[in-house]
């Protein structure tokens, strides 16, 4: 009997994990804070919910030990408590698309549009970065950006694009991307510049997929 409630006690504490993943908003704050720390009110802004849930949901990830926080004057910071807790998430996803006929089927649909550059290696779109035969432009938020990026890629927030694109060097194809394959930014972008005479495609990569890949980051 002890031997089966220790077995017991042990299968408890896996699962408290997988509790803490059972809501679609912490698995959105998890892909968050997979880009750099931050505050509950910008969690909350990004996920669309009010500060008193976003705390509870970040409350319910740190009983888990998937997140920590420090506090820097008045505000308290969230981040991930390792980069194993951004591999879970890639699995998770990656196992839901494997098993789920739903998703994949969404994701291929994504991936179907001219906008996604289907065929373009990493190397081969790092290596075009570098020699400036394509400009790759960030457009999640200026702090996610200065946490870390692609190599050569240029931050321009979704919310500053129509107001930058003097910034952009005309005749070159622009390459946008954010935070992954679920980002729906980059294809906002992508209708932006098209709209504004551009050539722009995107990718589906976000850092935390560029990162696991081995390619590397600028911060």
Request: hydrophobic share 40%; charged share 30%; with cysteine.
């Amino acid at each position: 009997m002890k031997q089966n409630a220790t077995r017991s006690h042990l299968y408890e504490q896996v699962a408290r994990i997988g509790k803490a993943l059972s809501s679609p908003k912490r698995l959105e704050i998890i892909e968050l804070l997979a880009q750099g720390e931050q505050t509950v009110d910008l969690l909350a802004q990004r996920c669309g919910i009010d500060i008193r849930l976003a705390s509870a949901h970040l409350r319910a990830l740190r009983e888990a030990r998937l997140v920590e926080s420090s506090r820097e004057g008045k505000f308290i910071r969230y981040r991930l408590s390792g980069p194993d807790v951004a591999e879970l998430w890639l699995t998770l996803r990656g196992t839901a698309e494997e098993h789920l006929v739903e998703l994949r089927v969404a994701l291929e649909q994504m991936a179907m549009q001219p906008d996604t550059l289907l065929s373009e290696s990493r190397e081969s779109l790092l290596a075009k970065a570098r020699s400036g035969d394509i400009v790759v432009i960030d457009v999640r938020p200026g702090d996610e950006f200065a946490a870390g990026h692609l190599p050569h890629a240029r931050s321009m927030p979704l919310d500053e694009l129509e107001q930058r694109l003097a910034d952009l060097p005309p005749g070159k194809e622009i390459v946008a991307y954010c935070r992954g394959p679920f980002c729906l930014m980059s294809d906002e972008a992508v209708r932006l510049l098209r709209a504004r005479g551009y050539s722009a495609r995107k990718i589906s990569d976000g850092v935390t997929e560029w990162s696991r890949s081995g390619m590397p980051l600028d911060r």
